[in-house]
């Protein structure tokens, strides 16, 4: 395997340094940069062949994280999305309003977005250092199945270097949710 691979302290230097990582989520190893970095977020978009009208997720090391992006608070939702983060190797994404905060590359274009507190301890480490949600997609071209061994990871992208550490063994990529409506989406 050729793909250097990186402890979280230098994952997150090469975050804030406009860089895009492949790292390990809690069921498939994930592809992720600064939300806030339009030029890492297109080089993102270029590798995976992923349209832009897709949107993506953010995962956060926790709910404050996510507040700037999203408004969470007095909503009929907002105990059952609070509560969904709280359960254990059940990880769920929800697609909530997006504050003005978002940038229209993240929200594919809509008026919302998809966000989740992690309960990846490596990946939650990532977030705390860099005091911020990372974008997260799957790590796979665009209506290929995600990767879940690092080989496999480095195969599919051998120009990105690699955050250290393992999936947690959830059998299958995070729910996701409609808040709002309360559909289930994924």
Known sequence: MNCPLLTIKAAAKLITEGGVLAYPTEAVYGLGCDPLNKDAFQQLLRLKQRPLEKGVILIASSIAQIE???????????????????????????????????????????????????????????????NFPIVSTSA???????????????????????????????????QIWEAQTQKRLR
Do not use: Y
């Open 68 to 130: 700037p992006f999203v408004k969470l608070h007095n909503q009929a939702w907002t105990e059952k999305v609070l509560a969904s983060w709280q359960v254990l190797n059940q990880p769920v994404t929800w697609v909530l309003p997006a504050t003005d905060n978002v940038p229209e590359w993240i929200t594919g274009g809509r008026n919302t977005v998809a966000v989740r507190v992690t309960q990846h301890p490596d990946v939650m480490a990532l977030c705390n250092q860099l």
């Open 140 to 174: 796979n071209l665009s209506g290929e199945d995600p990767v879940t061994t690092m080989e496999a990871c480095c195969k599919a992208f051998p120009a990105l270097a690699i955050m250290q550490g393992n999936l947690m063994g959830i059998s299958a990529p995070s």
